[in-house]
C-alpha cells in the first residue's frame, strides 16, 4: 500500500512493525489489567439486578417513604 501523505520504504516499514510489536509487548501487562479492571463480575451483575427488582416490587403507593420524603412537621 503507497501512501502518498506519509511515504514509507520497506525497510521504515519494517522498523515500525518491529516497533509495533516490541510497544505491544511491552503494554500487553497495562491493557490486561485495565481490561481486567473494566469487566463486570457475576457477582456485580446480580447486586444491579437484584435492587432493579427491590425498586420494582413496590408500587409507587405501597413503597415506604425514606426520610427525606416524610413530611416535616
Do not use: C, G, H, Y
Amino acid at each position: 500500500m503507497n501512501n502518498k501523505l506519509f511515504p514509507v520504504t520497506p525497510e521504515q516499514r519494517k522498523e515500525l512493525e518491529e516497533a509495533r510489536i516490541e510497544w505491544r509487548k511491552k503494554t500487553a501487562k497495562l491493557r490486561e489489567s485495565i481490561r481486567r479492571s473494566e469487566r463486570i463480575t457475576a457477582k456485580d451483575l446480580a447486586i444491579v439486578i437484584n435492587a432493579r427488582a427491590d425498586d420494582s416490587f413496590w408500587s409507587p403507593t405501597q413503597r415506604p417513604k425514606r426520610k427525606s420524603q416524610k413530611k416535616r412537621k
